[in-house]
């Protein structure tokens, strides 16, 4: 009896080790269907989408949608993978093209083509509905895998008092109009002899640079995806006129920095992304508008955002409610609502003309201009070299070329080779 | 070498007074740096967290917080931002709080008051669900220091005490996972966690860190300095071994053991990657994750982000300050016990 | 009964008693510490995409690794760290003790002001710092504004110091491999110091204290001078205190993550992947979609090896100098 303490603990760890077994499969009680939704929506973005999703539970009885916000990205795709490895992964979440690519590789991807085309799916009319090249950019080889759920695109954000100032009425068109709009809007106002307004502003992100490029006829990667391609004289071009813009007539901040700036009237035009405008309301005092890209040789602008993948490891009735989330959420109604709040792009064409948007176009000025660009817009490789890549771009391309460490070609030149180093080792 | 120089004209013998006065100043100078370089950090902490939105984007910054107001005749003032200074006409441009309207004034017209808000705190702690996080560390905690204190006395009593074979390199086994950096063993600790059903569980926060190795390594070093003659005698007596270490091993560790409990509270309360990939919903979210992801959420505004730094890190410090001379003798010992 | 109880007198049932006491801790360590750290090294060997295994490679992790230059920086990275953190760290806490074992007044004052940041958290102190860095709006910018010097860029200069002090001194030219760790690992290592060092001052003091008096007595009575009575008496005696501070916090410094993971970018490990260190960068590549987390492994093997050399290094080499 004497011992009883020691074996007491014992075995009371070894019960709490065993009794923990079981816990939440997130299976069908009572006829009601519950799916984790897994997503990285915080902040202002995290409560509309939680609106959303309590709407189309009220609606929809038999179907609990559980939103889990991941807070950012990095921390959602670490999740994924880690739920993947274990086996228990959510049966709806939020991913970008080259993780669905990794998880179709898995097999942890439920394809969509039998849900599109069976009797609760789209009609020809309403996949011609869709906003053109986003249904094929969640195709791989000829199935769709995952549906577009948060997608945005960059524009031009303008001060119009500012530029009216310079006597400039319209947004810049082409490069050569950003430079020097940028130019006279660049001054020292209070005569201190030191420069308190600029004409843009802008962060270290391989985003604006990619836009750039394209606009200069560049590729970011060759045809068949192995190697770089951005370190080509469009590109140095496109990085050279990056550098010239944001450090001469522009300044580079950290974060989001830049976006306070603007807000504060300090600085004439800044590149954002549409959801940005969720982020600004309310912040600015001055007359805002927004426009597209300035184009060069071409037009040109990425799609950014993710998609939203099923998991083959979840149960039939979960994945039908899941597809049934997602064939709600891209509805044109309700896309033309979470595009008019958040500021992300409507995924359907019919939205475009709906009523929520025709007052979002009304409330900012040039925002229809600037979903326009949908019509001629691009998508970033979907290989998941390049996902990794990507951060040499923006680290060894664009911050040093941004931070003058290196010049523009040689920057470039050092980020491909890292690039190159990548897609090669993805060849394991 | 550079010790030397420094360090040359001073008396640096412990155990006698020093007597020069200069060198008296020298350790006092010394020491004061220090305090000033301890302290400024948790001063502009909090001196930032008082301030107005507008008030931290000014430059050169104030120590502590001011209002500026100008007369609104009859004695009664309006409190104002101040939008820009210009110093050559002696003017400056300020906007009314409350109402928002600008106007251009003397400089002499602005009046500057201590104006402390403390309406930011509330803010801050109303942004995110705080008081559930607290909760859930605090309750985290208490289990963690409880399973500690059990798991460590018993596996340290074996190691320093029992003999079998194989206990020394057991023990070696033991310490060089010390070494394995936690990001290393993370993903498999999750797929273990799933296999358990623990993810999004406070199990899940818990029952993983109620075994400590460098808790139990420092009380092995102290129960190994227990002599031996005290055990077999107490053996002899009838004493169980059980007996042996609650009635006679604990009492006297008890330092060792309040060592123990300060590294297990403060590694919990502070732990971050861990409850990060273990954790989804802010039920069982704890509070520094919680933390993390509102200073995420805010961007930019230091005033909030400082408030919510202050609260999260106030209860350690009070607690600190009561049980500081108790906390600092068991670090001591523990330390020479290593 | 009887026999069990002779059997206990005899000292010959350790062993299985040794199991019943070592079983709760030894559960969860082999279950949360030993099987997970074995699998990921096991891992290693494999090709691990996005949560599943792709297949067995050998050491073609192992391969990849050493050509790796991302693999190579961010170790020279680690040891700019642990080079900056734990000698500075130890020199200053040793001067603090010191001074404080002056039998000056208010000795619990210093040392509970020195001991704060230690009790505070890294995700807190993060936010305090970056904000005291801040490059337009921060304290430490004012401040050298007030001694007359610029503004620096702190968390976001991926430029070198010693290519910085170059510039400074109004050479044009620096040769790029000695440009040294930038001025935002400096801030970081800044910050680790300052956490770290209130821990260390109290173990040193615990040492100091501990030194009995005769020793000091006979070194006065044989005139030494203050000098003298440090470096043949205090520090030889304080030689175990001082080997168990280095090696703590050599090992701690390794393993650096969360400061980097929350006071540098975005992204994490920036200004231009100048404070990537080894840790981060293996949970980079092994938890980020893109990744492989066979070759994260692998950086974490060898990873663990440096480590335990070192450790041991310490132990054969500079152990045989203690005193005990």
Same mark, same amino acid.
């Given at each position: 009896?004497?011992?009883?303490?020691?074996?007491?603990?014992?075995?009371?760890?070894?019960?709490?080790?065993?009794?923990?077994?079981?816990?939440?499969?997130?299976?069908?009680?009572?006829?009601?269907?519950?799916?984790?939704?897994?997503?990285?929506?915080?902040?202002?973005?995290?409560?509309?989408?939680?609106?959303?999703?309590?709407?189309?539970?009220?609606?929809?009885?038999?179907?609990?949608?559980?939103?889990?916000?991941?807070?950012?990205?990095?921390?959602?795709?670490?999740?994924?993978?880690?739920?993947?490895?274990?086996?228990?992964?959510?049966?709806?979440?939020?991913?970008?093209?080259?993780?669905?690519?990794?998880?179709?590789?898995?097999?942890?991807?439920?394809?969509?083509?039998?849900?599109?085309?069976?009797?609760?799916?789209?009609?020809?009319?309403?996949?011609?509905?869709?906003?053109?090249?986003?249904?094929?950019?969640?195709?791989?080889?000829?199935?769709?895998?995952?549906?577009?759920?948060?997608?945005?695109?960059?524009?031009?954000?303008?001060?119009?008092?500012?530029?009216?100032?310079?006597?400039?009425?319209?947004?810049?068109?082409?490069?050569?109009?950003?430079?020097?709009?940028?130019?006279?809007?660049?001054?020292?106002?209070?005569?201190?002899?030191?420069?308190?307004?600029?004409?843009?502003?802008?962060?270290?992100?391989?985003?604006?640079?990619?836009?750039?490029?394209?606009?200069?006829?560049g590729k970011i990667l060759s045809d068949d995806g192995t190697t770089a391609a951005f370190a080509s004289?469009?590109g140095?071009?496109?990085?050279?006129?990056?550098?010239?813009?944001?450090?001469?007539?522009?300044?580079?901040?950290?974060?989001?920095?830049?976006?306070?700036?603007?807000?504060?009237?300090?600085?004439?035009?800044?590149?954002?992304?549409?959801?940005?405008?969720?982020?600004?309301?309310?912040?600015?005092?001055?007359?805002?508008?927004?426009?597209?890209?300035?184009?060069?040789?071409?037009?040109?602008?990425?799609?950014?955002?993710?998609?939203?993948?099923?998991?083959?490891?979840?149960?039939?009735?979960?994945?039908?409610?899941?597809?049934?989330?997602?064939?709600?959420?891209?509805?044109?109604?309700?896309?033309?609502?979470?595009?008019?709040?958040?500021?992300?792009?409507?995924?359907?064409?019919?939205?475009?003309?709906?009523?929520?948007?025709?007052?979002?176009?009304?409330?900012?000025?040039?925002?229809?201009?600037?979903?326009?660009?949908?019509?001629?817009?691009?998508?970033?490789p979907?290989s998941?070299a390049w996902?990794?890549g990507r951060?040499h771009l923006?680290?060894?391309?664009?911050?040093?070329?941004?931070?003058?460490?290196?010049?523009?070609?040689?920057?470039l030149t050092?980020a491909a080779e890292a690039v190159n180093a990548e897609l090669r080792s993805s060849g394991? | 070498?550079?010790?030397?120089?420094?360090?040359?004209?001073?008396?640096?013998?412990?155990?006698?007074?020093?007597?020069?006065?200069?060198?008296?100043?020298?350790?006092?100078?010394?020491?004061?740096?220090?305090?000033?370089?301890?302290?400024?950090?948790?001063?502009?902490?909090?001196?930032?967290?008082?301030?107005?939105?507008?008030?931290?984007?000014?430059?050169?910054?104030?120590?502590?917080?001011?209002?500026?107001?100008?007369?609104?005749?009859?004695?009664?003032?309006?409190?104002?931002?101040?939008?820009?200074?210009?110093?050559?006409?002696?003017?400056?441009?300020?906007?009314?709080?409350?109402?928002?309207?600008?106007?251009?004034?003397?400089?002499?017209?602005?009046?500057?008051?201590?104006?402390?808000?403390?309406?930011?705190?509330?803010?801050?702690?109303?942004?995110?669900?705080?008081? !559930?996080?607290? #909760?859930? *560390? =605090?309750?985290?905690? &208490?289990?963690?220091? %409880?399973?500690?204190?059990?798991? +460590?006395?018993? $596996?340290?009593?074996?190691?320093?005490?029992?003999?079998?074979?194989?206990?020394?390199?057991?023990?070696?086994?033991?310490?060089?996972?010390?070494?394995?950096?936690?990001?290393?063993?993370?993903?498999?600790?999750?797929?273990?966690?799933?296999?358990?059903?623990?993810?999004?569980?406070?199990?899940?926060?818990?029952?993983?860190?109620?075994?400590?190795?460098?808790?139990?390594?420092?009380? !092995?070093?102290? #129960?190994? *300095? =227990?002599?031996?003659? &005290?055990?077999?005698? %107490?053996?002899?007596?009838?004493? +169980?071994?059980? $007996?042996?270490?609650?009635?006679?091993?604990?009492?006297?560790?008890?330092?060792?053991?309040?060592?123990?409990?300060?590294?297990?509270?403060?590694?919990?309360?502070?732990?971050?990657?861990?409850?990060?990939?273990?954790?989804?919903?802010?039920?069982?979210?704890?509070?520094?994750?919680?933390?993390?992801?509102?200073?995420?959420?805010?961007?930019?505004?230091?005033?909030?982000?400082?408030?919510?730094?202050? #609260?999260?890190?106030?209860?350690?410090?009070?607690?600190?300050?009561?049980?500081?001379?108790?906390?600092?003798?068991?670090?001591?010992?523990?330390?020479?016990?290593? | 009964?009887?026999?069990?109880?002779?059997?206990?007198?005899?000292?010959?049932?350790?062993?299985?008693?040794?199991?019943?006491?070592?079983?709760?801790?030894?559960?969860?360590?082999?279950?949360?510490?030993?099987?997970?750290?074995?699998?990921?090294?096991?891992?290693?060997?494999?090709?691990?995409?996005?949560?599943?295994?792709?297949?067995?490679?050998?050491?073609?992790?192992?391969?990849?690794?050493?050509?790796?230059?991302?693999?190579?920086?961010?170790?020279?990275?680690?040891?700019?760290?642990?080079?900056?953190?734990?000698?500075?760290?130890?020199?200053?806490?040793?001067?603090?003790?010191?001074?404080?074992?002056?039998?000056?007044?208010?000795?619990?004052?210093?040392?509970?002001?020195?001991?704060?940041?230690?009790?505070?958290?890294?995700?807190?102190?993060?936010?305090?710092?970056?904000?005291?860095?801040?490059?337009?709006?921060?304290?430490?910018?004012?401040?050298?504004?007030?001694?007359?010097?610029?503004?620096?860029?702190?968390?976001?200069?991926?430029?070198?110091?010693?290519?910085?002090?170059?510039?400074?001194?109004?050479?044009?030219?620096?040769?790029?491999?000695?440009?040294?760790?930038?001025?935002?690992?400096?801030?970081?290592?800044?910050?680790?110091?300052?956490?770290?060092?209130?821990?260390?001052?109290?173990?040193?003091?615990?040492?100091?204290?501990?030194?009995?008096?005769?020793?000091?007595?006979?070194?006065?009575?044989?005139?030494?001078?203050?000098?003298?009575?440090?470096?043949?008496?205090?520090?030889?005696?304080?030689?175990?205190?001082?080997?168990?501070?280095?090696?703590?916090?050599?090992?701690?410094?390794?393993?650096?993550?969360?400061?980097?993971?929350?006071?540098?970018?975005?992204?994490?490990?920036?200004?231009?992947?100048?404070?990537?260190?080894?840790?981060?960068?293996?949970?980079?590549?092994?938890?980020?979609?893109?990744?492989?987390?066979?070759?994260?492994?692998?950086?974490?093997?060898?990873?663990?090896?440096?480590?335990?050399?070192?450790?041991?290094?310490?132990?054969?080499?500079?152990?045989?100098?203690?005193?005990?």
């Amino acid at each position: 009896m004497r011992r009883f303490p020691a074996i007491a603990t014992v075995v009371a760890t070894v019960a709490v080790l065993v009794t923990g077994c079981g816990g939440d499969d997130g299976a069908t009680t009572d006829g009601v269907t519950s799916v984790q939704f897994w997503h990285a929506m915080g902040g202002p973005l995290g409560d509309r989408l939680d609106e959303l999703v309590d709407e189309f539970n009220e609606t929809h009885q038999d179907i609990v949608i559980e939103s889990v916000s991941m807070g950012r990205y990095q921390a959602l795709s670490q999740k994924i993978m880690a739920a993947v490895a274990a086996g228990e992964p959510p049966a709806l979440a939020q991913a970008y093209e080259a993780w669905t690519g990794e998880l179709i590789e898995n097999g942890s991807a439920e394809p969509l083509d039998e849900y599109m085309a069976g009797p609760g799916g789209f009609s020809p009319e309403e996949i011609a509905d869709f906003v053109p090249g986003m249904i094929e950019n969640n195709t791989w080889d000829g199935t769709v895998y995952s549906f577009p759920f948060n997608k945005s695109v960059r524009a031009l954000y303008l001060n119009k008092d500012l530029l009216a100032e310079e006597g400039l009425d319209a947004a810049p068109v082409d490069w050569d109009e950003y430079m020097s709009y940028a130019a006279l809007l660049t001054k020292d106002r209070d005569g201190d002899g030191r420069k308190d307004q600029w004409g843009t502003a802008g962060q270290i992100s391989a985003w604006m640079f990619e836009n750039l490029l394209i606009q200069n006829g560049g590729k970011i990667l060759s045809d068949d995806g192995t190697t770089a391609a951005f370190a080509s004289s469009e590109g140095v071009e496109a990085a050279e006129f990056m550098v010239r813009l944001l450090t001469e007539y522009g300044k580079v901040t950290s974060g989001y920095e830049y976006q306070n700036d603007f807000q504060a009237g300090k600085v004439g035009m800044i590149e954002g992304s549409t959801v940005s405008l969720s982020f600004m309301e309310g912040k600015y005092t001055f007359d805002m508008a927004v426009a597209p890209l300035p184009r060069n040789k071409e037009r040109g602008c990425f799609v950014a955002g993710t998609n939203v993948v099923i998991f083959a490891d979840a149960t039939p009735a979960q994945k039908r409610a899941a597809w049934e989330f997602i064939k709600w959420f891209v509805s044109p109604d309700v896309t033309a609502r979470w595009a008019a709040k958040t500021g992300y792009a409507p995924v359907r064409l019919s939205a475009m003309e709906s009523e929520a948007m025709t007052r979002r176009f009304e409330e900012i000025e040039g925002l229809d201009e600037v979903y326009r660009q949908l019509e001629f817009a691009s998508y970033e490789p979907r290989s998941a070299a390049w996902y990794a890549g990507r951060k040499h771009l923006e680290e060894t391309g664009v911050e040093s070329a941004l931070r003058l460490h290196r010049s523009p070609a040689e920057a470039l030149t050092k980020a491909a080779e890292a690039v190159n180093a990548e897609l090669r080792s993805s060849g394991y | 070498m550079e010790s030397t120089a420094t360090l040359k004209d001073r008396d640096l013998n412990a155990g006698f007074r020093l007597r020069r006065g200069a060198g008296r100043f020298g350790v006092y100078a010394g020491l004061w740096v220090g305090i000033i370089v301890m302290i400024v950090p948790f001063f502009w902490m909090m001196s930032t967290s008082l301030k107005s939105p507008i008030e931290i984007l000014e430059f050169p910054p104030t120590w502590i917080p001011t209002g500026h107001y100008v007369s609104a005749g009859e004695g009664t003032w309006d409190e104002v931002y101040v939008v820009s200074r210009d110093e050559r006409a002696g003017s400056v441009t300020v906007r009314r709080v409350e109402s928002g309207a600008e106007s251009v004034v003397a400089e002499d017209q602005v009046k500057d008051r201590i104006r402390l808000r403390f309406g930011n705190y509330i803010e801050a702690w109303n942004q995110a669900p705080f008081a !559930r996080y607290y #909760f859930n *560390t =605090i309750f985290v905690t &208490l289990f963690v220091v %409880a399973g500690v204190l059990v798991t +460590s006395s018993l $596996a340290a009593y074996a190691f320093a005490r029992m003999k079998f074979r194989g206990r020394d390199n057991l023990f070696v086994v033991f310490l060089s996972m010390m070494m394995v950096p936690q990001p290393v063993y993370i993903v498999p600790s999750y797929i273990i966690l799933v296999k358990l059903g623990w993810v999004n569980t406070y199990q899940a926060l818990i029952i993983p860190w109620i075994a400590h190795i460098f808790s139990i390594f420092l009380l !092995r070093q102290h #129960f190994k *300095t =227990i002599p031996n003659d &005290l055990y077999d005698a %107490a053996i002899i007596d009838g004493c +169980s071994r059980f $007996a042996f270490l609650w009635r006679i091993m604990l009492p006297l560790s008890k330092a060792v053991l309040v060592a123990v409990v300060i590294f297990t509270i403060v590694g919990t309360w502070n732990s971050f990657l861990w409850p990060l990939v273990m954790t989804n919903t802010p039920d069982v979210r704890p509070l520094q994750v919680g933390l993390a992801r509102f200073s995420q959420e805010q961007g930019t505004n230091h005033e909030l982000m400082m408030a919510a730094a202050a #609260f999260s890190i106030a209860p350690l410090i009070v607690a600190y300050f009561f049980a500081q001379k108790q906390i600092i003798q068991s670090l001591a010992t523990s330390g020479m016990k290593s | 009964m009887t026999w069990l109880g002779n059997l206990k007198r005899k000292k010959i049932m350790d062993p299985l008693t040794a199991v019943l006491y070592l079983v709760p801790a030894g559960v969860i360590v082999v279950v949360f510490r030993m099987i997970p750290i074995g699998s990921a090294f096991i891992l290693s060997f494999f090709d691990v995409k996005m949560g599943r295994i792709r297949g067995f490679v050998g050491l073609a992790q192992y391969a990849r690794l050493f050509q790796d230059p991302t693999f190579w920086s961010s170790l020279g990275t680690t040891a700019y760290y642990v080079v900056g953190v734990v000698p500075l760290s130890l020199f200053l806490s040793l001067l603090a003790a010191v001074l404080l074992n002056q039998k000056i007044r208010g000795l619990g004052f210093y040392r509970t002001v020195y001991f704060l940041p230690v009790v505070t958290s890294l995700v807190a102190v993060s936010m305090v710092w970056k904000w005291i860095f801040h490059p337009r709006l921060g304290l430490l910018n004012y401040f050298l504004g007030f001694l007359g010097g610029g503004s620096l860029q702190w968390l976001e200069e991926p430029r070198g110091i010693f290519e910085m002090a170059a510039g400074a001194m109004g050479w044009s030219w620096w040769p790029a491999g000695l440009a040294g760790p930038s001025l935002a690992l400096i801030a970081v290592i800044v910050v680790a110091i300052w956490r770290g060092i209130g821990y260390n001052i109290v173990i040193f003091l615990a040492g100091l204290q501990n030194i009995p008096d005769q020793y000091y007595e006979a070194a006065r009575i044989d005139g030494a001078n203050p000098r003298q009575v440090f470096w043949r008496v205090t520090w030889p005696l304080l030689s175990p205190t001082t080997f168990y501070v280095l090696l703590s916090t050599t090992i701690v410094s390794f393993q650096v993550f969360t400061q980097i993971y929350l006071m540098t970018g975005p992204p994490v490990g920036g200004p231009m992947g100048t404070t990537k260190v080894i840790v981060y960068y293996l949970f980079e590549k092994g938890f980020d979609a893109g990744g492989n987390m066979g070759y994260a492994s692998a950086v974490a093997l060898v990873l663990f090896l440096i480590i335990l050399s070192l450790t041991l290094f310490q132990r054969r080499v500079v152990e045989r100098r203690v005193y005990y």
